[in-house]
């Protein structure tokens, strides 16, 4: 895109017909992978249509994504749509906040994902994990993404609430799944945020039981303060009047940290064990790293350096399966992309999914080839053509956290265990705010 000012065409961007009154929402909904990418591919770099809620514009290209996210980025927020899938569960959080409440309260949370912090975290990391393989025995089928939830869960919450949940794993487990499956609904997306549905009413159902957990990790925080977790910091915070942040402020950001804080790791070493399990050859270079720099002991933070095939494993899953396939945003002053007007009220969709397999910048982009990431590989790379934790002001603040504890955790696992797909077992994703594999994804572990 030129930095000089664009011309400005009088037509919208092409884009895929859509039905009356409901304009795209079923046929994505219905395949919402072969939906994204069949409009980039017929369409090009931007793609626009009319739904119900207005003009969507889809952008396919790095540069496109570049201008929103980074360098026009105060021109854009989360907007409604964003707003009405995940504010019913995570409230005004840092995900969904704008202005000086989000300024202030990722201010206030930042500490917590400090290199410095995020190496305290290594150790914790790796003895949960180990604490988890405890119960794993040779020749058994887990249900990996199951295990994956679980492990990740209790470590967000000791390492940024400095609180234990054992007990409430199921309950958190299975809200939010619940959760998940309810914002799939059409009706979700179409009716306006007032108007009862089933799915909605699953959508109530899963944030009471939310609630309970997060109410009492409050209230254990308020009782006993420390000086590390991030309800403590929270609960001491005031405004400029001395103000104190309200319970239910605080609520939404202990959510959003604990829901984002592990589901999206969850999900990247779920997918990266099925990735493994479908390419052996993979595997068996991994585990000859683990071999070699390990040779049996845990992983900790200073060998990471040494494991560079682990890491790019890890970033060649979230390449091909990225835990969030895609971003939205919406201009509250009009902007221009190449040369189209993209109007206040419209609706941008910037697809990872797409973008990270666009044969442009990957040779051969359905190949799991973790050995593609080289360093002339990243120097050539648009900036965006790999954006899993997003990018600019809001990217993802806990990006540090999550590489660390994927690599950490895979490398735990796989020292000790080959994993193996249960025979027909088929990987179906949801497509709402995660890369959810809509059935478990069954696998047989075997001790090495």
């Given at each position: ?381 648009p900036k965006l053509a790999y954006f899993p934790f997003a990018a ?57």
């Amino acid at each position: 895109m030129s930095s000089d000012t664009p011309s400005i065409t009088d037509t919208y961007p092409p884009g895929p017909d859509g039905l009356p009154l409901l304009g795209n929402q079923v046929a994505f909904l219905r395949d919402p992978y072969g939906f994204m990418t069949r409009t980039a591919r017929e369409y090009g770099d931007i793609a626009s249509w009319k739904d119900p809620g207005g003009r969507v514009y889809q952008l396919n290209h790095p540069e496109y994504i570049e201008h929103v996210l980074v360098q026009n980025n105060e021109n854009y927020v989360k907007g409604d749509r964003f707003q009405n899938v995940l504010g019913p569960i995570t409230g005004n959080g840092i995900l969904n906040s704008e202005g000086a409440v989000w300024r202030r309260n990722r201010h206030l949370i930042q500490p917590a994902f400090h290199p410095d912090r995020i190496r305290e975290y290594a150790t914790m990391m790796t003895e949960f994990t180990e604490d988890a393989l405890q119960s794993w025995d040779d020749g058994q089928t887990r249900l990996v993404h199951e295990d994956m939830m679980e492990v990740t869960l209790k470590i967000v919450a000791r390492a940024l609430f400095g609180a234990d949940v054992d007990d409430e794993v199921d309950t958190v487990g299975s809200a939010l799944e619940r959760f998940m499956e309810a914002s799939e609904s059409l009706t979700h997306y179409v009716l306006p945020p007032n108007v009862p549905t089933p799915a909605r009413r699953r959508i109530r159902r899963a944030r009471e039981d939310l609630d309970e957990v997060v109410y009492r990790l409050i209230e254990e925080r308020r009782a006993e303060p420390t000086d590390h977790d991030v309800i403590s910091k929270l609960l001491e915070v005031t405004d400029e009047d001395g103000n104190a942040m309200s319970t239910e402020q605080i609520r939404d950001e202990v959510v959003t940290l604990l829901l984002a804080g592990h589901e999206t790791t969850a999900l990247s070493l779920t997918l990266t064990a099925y990735l493994l399990a479908k390419n052996p050859q993979v595997e068996r270079q991994l585990v000859a790293e683990l071999d070699d720099v390990l040779d049996g002991r845990t992983p900790t933070m200073d060998d990471l350096s040494e494991l560079t095939y682990t890491e790019q494993v890890v970033k060649e899953s979230m390449r091909l399966y990225p835990p969030v396939p895609g971003i939205v945003r919406e201009p509250v002053k009009p902007d221009v992309i190449d040369g189209h007007e993209i109007e206040p009220g419209s609706t941008v969709r910037m697809h990872q999914w797409v973008v990270h397999r666009d044969p442009r910048w990957y040779d051969d982009p359905l190949a799991f080839r973790p050995d593609r990431w080289t360093d002339e590989l990243e120097s050539e790379l648009p900036k965006l053509a790999y954006f899993p934790f997003a990018a600019g002001p809001r990217r993802c603040i806990g990006d540090r956290f999550a590489m660390l504890e994927a690599r950490l955790i895979l490398a735990t696992i796989y020292q000790e265990y080959h994993l193996e797909l249960v025979p027909g077992t088929d990987l179906d994703l949801m497509a709402t705010i995660t890369a959810r594999p809509k059935h478990e994804i069954p696998m047989t572990v075997r001790e090495r």
